[in-house]
């Protein structure tokens, strides 16, 4: 079943497409409506090589955890529909705007709520992508609600909640479709916990197949900028290493 507009009659030509499971980016891509002001935003070259791999114009991307919009305003550029769902209603508010002032096409959803609402699902239409970039526990603090998984109790209660959003997330995507998630380990006194890893496996309790882990650099991030020397002081102070990198994930619905 052909999933993209690759002419593989041609493939050679497509140069920007990444294959390799290292991918490296100086810096985020800018131009349009994409900045990256917003805390835990991801960068446009995410959603973009998912996008162009994985679906063809016309069809429609799923972003449970909207945050600023980077997948919808990439979903626009490139030519396919989205759907949106946010907690926040500020962010609600801007992605709308941001929307309407990225050039391209198509129909483009954004809702307020929690992706752990079933209800939310009953009457979405079926999708063709999902792109999963949900809060690293609670690494940073999104939004008051108690329902936020950066609001978790515990690192149970933070893979219960995402679970059960793959869950409802799945009940819309085709078979044979792929879900991506993007997400990075924390530390938790002074130890590593394997976020990426954990997250997988909740995925694959559901009907996917692992079809690639990319491993994608992170440059000086808001909570590092300006303090890389404090980071190396304590990382030989206390025998651990400074993460800068995070985890593309490549799933396939059965």
Do not use: C
């Not at 497409?17 to 991801?42: P, Q």
């Not at 603090?141 to 936020?148: A, S």
């Not at 197949?209 to 206390?238: D, F, H, M, P, T």
């Amino acid at each position: 079943m052909k999933i993209n507009d690759l002419d593989m009659s041609n493939w050679k030509s497509y140069d920007d497409i990444l294959t390799d499971s290292l991918w490296i980016f100086e810096s985020r891509e800018k131009g349009f409506t994409r900045n990256g002001e917003y805390h835990g935003n991801f960068i446009p070259q995410i959603p973009r090589q998912a996008i162009l791999r994985f679906t063809k114009k016309g069809e429609y991307i799923l972003d449970p955890f909207a945050g600023l919009g980077t997948s919808l305003i990439e979903a626009k550029l490139l030519h396919r529909n989205s759907i949106g769902i946010e907690l926040s209603k500020e962010n609600v508010e801007r992605i709308k705007k941001l929307l309407q002032d990225t050039p391209g096409d198509g129909d483009h959803t954004i809702m307020h709520g929690n992706a752990m609402d079933e209800n939310i699902f009953k009457n979405m239409r079926k999708i063709q992508l999902a792109i999963l970039h949900p809060p690293y526990w609670n690494a940073i603090k999104f939004t008051d609600d108690e329902n936020d998984l950066s609001n978790s109790k515990n690192l149970n209660d933070f893979l219960s909640k995402f679970s059960k959003i793959v869950k409802n997330v799945s009940s819309v995507l085709d078979s044979h479709r792929y879900l991506v998630l993007v997400i990075g380990d924390i530390y938790r006194r002074g130890n590593v916990i394997p976020l990426g890893f954990l997250t997988m496996n909740e995925i694959l309790k559901n009907e996917y197949q692992l079809k690639g882990i990319v491993v994608k650099n992170i440059e000086e991030n808001r909570g590092k900028r300006g303090k890389y020397s404090l980071w190396r002081y304590r990382a030989l102070l206390n025998g651990f290493y400074i993460f800068k990198h995070e985890y593309v994930i490549f799933f396939k619905k059965k």
